[in-house]
T-cell receptor, first 114, second 117 residues
């Protein structure tokens, strides 16, 4: 059974600081996703990582994937208040091709303080 | 971009009644859609995979007779919560996959908040 662990679960940081959220998973997978969720809202797709060593960046967020270590990171650079949200990583259960069935981590509630 | 809609966005019902939630892919065809539920401040749990023209595949522990799924067309899947009880109160989110191969990803609907009194 695929298990996905995120840490930290809660993150309070000051504006302008950097931090990293970690996502570990237990079995082989070819696809890892990062999503953002604002309170009461659905999920917004941030990144999809498809191969070992993949790195993607969008604004102040950068995601990377190490399939050998079964680890993905979401790095936040110079945080701003607008980044406050819950961030989920999700791992596709398929191997050798997506079957779209995702197992989600518990999420990281990020609060960026002025 | 790909858009997935859900209706209604929120619903309140009495215990014992049934509630239908619709999920539509607005600008693309989705042969497969997914239904998740999310309890407050918790993660998303996959309930079932909805396949157009065939029976849904349910995850372990999900009662298929309670959560009826119908994928009537390439753009519409419905989830019916039958004989709802307060413990069914949750945030229900659908998603649809787009693309194939290396470019695929899932797009999520805005969610439906169900409250059973």
């Amino acid at each position: 059974e695929l298990k996905v662990e995120q840490n930290p679960l809660f993150l309070s940081m000051q504006e302008g600081k950097n931090y990293t959220i970690y996502c570990n998973y237990s079995t082989t997978s070819d696809r890892l996703y990062w999503y953002r969720q604002d309170p009461g809202k659905s999920l917004e797709s941030l990144f999809v990582l498809l191969s070992n060593g993949a790195v993607k960046q969008e604004g102040r967020l950068m995601a990377s994937l190490d399939t050998k270590a079964r680890l993905s990171t979401l790095h936040i650079t110079a945080a701003v208040h607008d980044l406050s949200a819950t961030y989920f990583c999700a791992v596709d259960r398929g191997s050798g091709g997506s079957n779209y069935k995702l197992t989600f981590g518990k999420g990281t509630l990020l609060t960026v303080n002025p | 971009g790909a858009v997935v809609s859900q209706h209604p966005s929120w619903v309140i019902c009495k215990s014992g009644t049934s509630v239908k939630i619709e999920c539509r892919s607005l600008d693309f065809q989705a042969t497969t859609m997914f239904w998740y539920r999310q309890f407050p401040k918790q993660s998303l749990m996959l309930m079932a995979t909805s396949n157009e023209g065939s029976k849904a595949t349910y995850e372990q522990g999900v009662e298929k007779d309670k959560f009826l799924i119908n994928h009537a067309s390439l753009t519409l899947s419905t989830l019916t919560v039958t004989s709802a009880h307060p413990e069914d109160s949750s945030f229900y989110i659908c998603s649809a996959g787009l693309g194939g191969g290396a470019a695929d990803t899932q797009y999520f609907g805005p969610g439906t908040r169900l409250t059973v009194l």
